[in-house]
């Protein structure tokens, strides 16, 4: 029969225990209602534009380059903590860097200012698909994701993925991408046997994929284009017939919105679709906030105009 004392000493070793058991859980519900943030910075249809545009009295003199877009990345880095940078296409074609390096500059220089993703544009096929694989896989360093582009038989099938997840502070970013129909907008030669797959159906599908692996945000990179007056496979119409999309990076109709457009999907949700003109003019910020009761809101979202400031 146990002693007074060893009851004691066992009954208050047992409470200790589930004290401390108490405060872990409350310690562990803590952190998952804590809010946490991310910043998402977004560029389309760059062009090939490395340098800024020349100081000659246009209306976008100095303005662009790949120097002053790195040294604004590298300050946003510097003051918020998780960062994702991604790009929606036409990264290739406007300049004389493209006809005589095809692509190479302008993939190193993404790779240096530390992208995480793009999705191809129209304009990325202009070396053909052999050029362009050769230079993601020897110079990216970062995710080409490409979701209804079918790259089977071609040299891109080693390097196209159709999605990719991402962990940031604890979040999960789901990313997926969507290109136009290449069918009378790139020659044939240029992309071979590279099957164009409806982009809702396939946007989609990978979409779910990603919300059934527990994504917080799931983020679809496109090339389609923001709006059209006709028919046209737009960025609208695939947000308002999409049901796991939380935000479109925009790309291919050179369209600079002020402020992002909400749409409402098929469950009455809002999708973030942004845009921001071409030749790397302006950076786009997103920034959100997610908590583990309310879910992810967008909280601010300002276009960055890409300058390099002199002081004389």
């Known amino acids: 029969m146990q002693n007074r004392r060893t009851f004691i000493r066992q009954s208050a070793l047992a409470a200790g225990s589930l004290l401390l058991g108490a405060q872990a859980g409350a310690a562990e519900l803590l952190v998952d209602a804590r809010s946490r943030q991310l910043t998402i910075l977004h560029t389309n249809d760059t062009h090939s534009r490395i340098d800024p545009f020349p100081m000659d009295g246009s209306r976008n ?23 994702l940078l991604l790009d929606a296409g036409d990264i290739f074609q406007g300049t004389p860097y493209f006809n005589i390096y095809k692509g190479e500059p302008e993939v190193k220089a993404m790779a240096r200012m530390g992208y995480d993703a793009c999705t191809i544009g129209n304009h990325d096929f202009d ?41 940031k502070g604890g979040l999960k ?80 109709t050179h369209t600079f919105l002020d402020k992002p457009d909400v749409l409402q999907n098929k469950k009455g949700q809002d999708v973030v679709v942004n845009q921001v003109g071409w030749a790397g003019l302006q950076l786009g910020r997103l920034d959100y906030d997610f908590n583990r009761q309310k879910g992810q809101r967008l909280i601010s979202a300002n276009p960055l105009t890409v300058t390099k400031k002199t002081h004389e």
Not at 145 to 156: K, L, Q, R
Not at 177 to 200: K, S
């Open 61 to 83: 003199e100095g303005q662009g380059g790949v120097a002053a877009r790195a040294a604004m990345i590298n300050q946003i880095r510097s003051e918020a903590e998780h960062v």
């Open 127 to 167: 070396g053909g698909v052999d050029n362009l694989a050769l230079q993601m896989k020897q110079h990216g360093g970062f995710s080409t994701i490409v979701s209804n582009y079918d790259f089977a038989g071609t040299a891109m099938e080693s390097v196209a993925v159709p999605y990719r997840i991402i962990k």
């Open 173 to 252: 970013v789901g990313i997926l991408g969507v290109g136009i129909e290449l069918d009378g907008l790139v020659p044939a030669n240029l992309y071979g046997t590279t099957r164009y797959l409806d982009p809702i159906q396939k946007a989609n599908e990978v979409a779910g994929i990603l919300h059934a692996k527990g994504c917080d945000l799931v983020i679809c990179l496109s090339h389609l284009g923001y709006k059209y007056a006709g028919n046209k496979v737009s960025d609208q119409q695939l947000a308002r017939e999409t049901e796991n999309i939380n935000l479109i990076i925009s790309g291919h």
